[in-house]
């Protein structure tokens, strides 16, 4: 059965990093896309990055630019959101979706997310 688990999440100070992972299971990893995607308190999810299944990279969020990044073990079929700098408007709790081959909008599977405050 298709499935996804977040892990990594936690409380950090401002400043701080945090690696979060997507452990994916079920399926054919190498054959997906994963995304990391984020929804705090009363607002909408957003998406914040995504890795294709070749490893193309496609950045959603403008906020995390030059602060985070993603990364695919194939061997492992982990997806990695290492976020660096970390500021208190990125408490959140972070899902990972899949979907085939490229970052599209046709997300098939998701996680049941983890949460991350940045806090002092």
């Known amino acids: 059965q298709l499935q996804l688990v977040e892990s990594g999440g936690g409380l950090v100070q401002p400043g701080g990093s945090l690696r979060l992972s997507c452990a994916v299971s079920?399926?054919?990893?190498?054959?997906?896309?994963i995304g990391w995607f984020r929804q705090a308190p009363g607002k909408e999810r957003e998406g914040v990055l995504c890795?294709?299944?070749?490893?193309?990279?496609?950045t959603y969020a403008d906020s995390v630019k030059g602060r985070s990044s993603i990364s695919r073990d194939n061997a492992k079929n982990t997806v990695y959101l290492q976020m660096n700098s970390l500021k208190p408007e990125d408490t959140a709790v972070y899902y990972c979706?899949?979907?085939?081959?490229?970052?599209?909008?046709?997300?098939?599977?998701w996680g049941q997310g983890t949460q991350v405050t940045v806090s002092s």
């Open positions: 979706a899949a979907q085939p081959l490229g970052c599209g909008k046709n997300w098939v599977r």
């Open positions: 079920g399926f054919s990893f190498n054959y997906h896309a």
């Open positions: 890795i294709s299944s070749s490893g193309g990279i496609t």
